[in-house]
């Protein structure tokens, strides 16, 4: 059987980027050869009931060890990589024993991971670090965390004397385009509580994402040949540019905000001179905020319509994912067992809102209560993305205690089963 870090060099080569543009699922092809891999190991190592569905959906059980009806848990991780950063062809570099200061990735001088920008690396010297070149994402969102689902599974399955109950692993496609549990089934999947496993560094709980929509500007103009234009052009391109510069530039933005404040956040714009589109992303821990920022652009957008009476100027927002807070307290033992897992496996555990959203926001939203855990992921969607192998190895051995301590519950109440 492959090691932990084996397994995910392997699976951080193959392509697995998402494309936001694309209609099919999953939305790239290499999703599905990582899906395949998937199944094929899990059947490998002994699981039972293992699927990949058309979508590249793969669920798989690890069959209870004790005798008595214990909860179903799960456990989750996407296969796909930002559309941000490149990964293709991803050449993932080990630096072991790491021995502190900057990390200069090799394919490109002008990558280095600064350790003063990076202080979490402070506290990993001696340990051993996983970069890319610096050409492309490492993918460590989320391969460390389907790296870890499976090396957590291969060692319940291999130590049988670890008392526990079922386990359903879950590999999903487009979390990362907001399409991760579309073909998702909830019935499927059958458990009491998911975990998913997308976090940073070590010893965090997510039970607390924002909630966030997406926001689509487009600008109709007029175009013609540049030579006759007198009069007539209207120029989406510096319609957009205004629109974008009436977004205040102190605040309410990803790069001027932390902790639980949201943002407004412009990440792509095309087009040209007939029309021109911004997408953004709305991020707030409360669904009013997303209002008064679904307000803000629609004002600015008035402005503009009064300025430029020719042109067209369009808003549409749509949900993408709401806060999983009150979703994840309807299952009290859903963050109680995983700080007790957490202090099992010598980590203080710490609750920390998180400044984005997981597959785990759309489970919760369902009914499926969905905290999140560390993963050892750092700088995700960037060239700069590292990975710490020693707390991946944490987050197997937070796993295994969350097992034997869901394996001492009992469905519906001690006496059944
Ligand atoms: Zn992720």
Not at 291 to 313: D, F, G, T, Y
Request: hydrophobic share 40%.
């Amino acid at each position: 059987m492959p090691t932990l870090l084996e397994r995910f060099l392997a699976y951080v080569r193959i392509d697995t980027q998402a494309d936001e543009h694309s209609r099919s699922s999953p939305s790239t092809p290499g999703q599905l050869d990582l899906s395949r891999l998937l199944a094929r190991e899990c059947r490998e190592m002994g699981l039972v009931d293992v699927t990949l569905g058309e979508q590249g959906v793969v669920m798989a059980t690890l069959p209870a060890t004790v005798p008595w009806a214990a909860p179903t848990i799960a456990w989750v991780a996407h296969v796909d990589t930002s559309p941000e950063t490149s990964g293709r062809d991803v050449k993932p570099i080990v630096h072991a024993d790491y021995r502190g200061g900057d990390i200069p990735l090799p394919g490109d001088p002008t990558k280095v991971i600064r350790a003063p920008e990076t202080p979490e690396l402070a506290c990993l010297v001696g340990c051993t670090i996983v970069t890319s070149d610096g050409t492309t994402l490492l993918g460590a969102d989320d391969k460390a965390g389907v790296a870890v689902i499976m090396a957590a599974a291969e060692r319940l399955r291999t130590r049988r004397e670890i008392p526990h109950g079922p386990i359903r692993l879950v590999f999903t496609c487009d979390e990362e385009v907001g399409r991760g549990t579309e073909h998702v089934d909830l019935g499927g999947i059958g458990a009491v509580v998911a975990y998913t496993l997308d976090g940073g560094g070590a010893g965090e709980i997510n039970a607390e994402t924002f909630s966030a929509d997406l926001a689509v500007v487009t600008v109709t103009g007029v175009n013609t040949h540049p030579s006759v234009g007198k009069g007539v052009i209207v120029n989406a391109v510096k319609i957009l540019a205004e629109f974008l510069a009436g977004l205040p530039q102190d605040r309410l933005s990803p790069e001027t905000t932390c902790g639980r404040e949201g943002f407004i956040h412009p990440y792509a714009v095309s087009g040209g001179v007939a029309s021109a589109e911004a997408r953004f992303i709305l991020r707030d821990f409360e669904e009013e905020g997303l209002v008064a920022q679904a307000a803000r652009l629609e004002s600015i957008a008035a402005r503009l319509r009064a300025a430029h009476p020719k042109a067209r100027i369009d808003v549409a927002t749509s949900p993408q994912y709401r806060n999983m807070r009150d979703g994840v307290a309807r299952e009290p033992r859903a963050v109680r067992l995983a700080e007790e897992a957490m202090r099992q496996a010598g980590l203080e555990p710490r609750l920390e809102p998180i400044r984005g959203g997981t597959d785990g926001s759309l489970l919760t939203s369902l009914g499926l209560p969905t905290p999140n855990l560390s993963t050892g992921e750092h700088s995700p969607h960037s060239p700069l993305e590292w990975t710490c192998l020693e707390e991946m190895e944490t987050a197997v051995e937070v796993l295994v205690k969350l097992a034997g301590l869901w394996g001492r519950e009992r469905v519906g109440g001690a006496g059944e089963g």
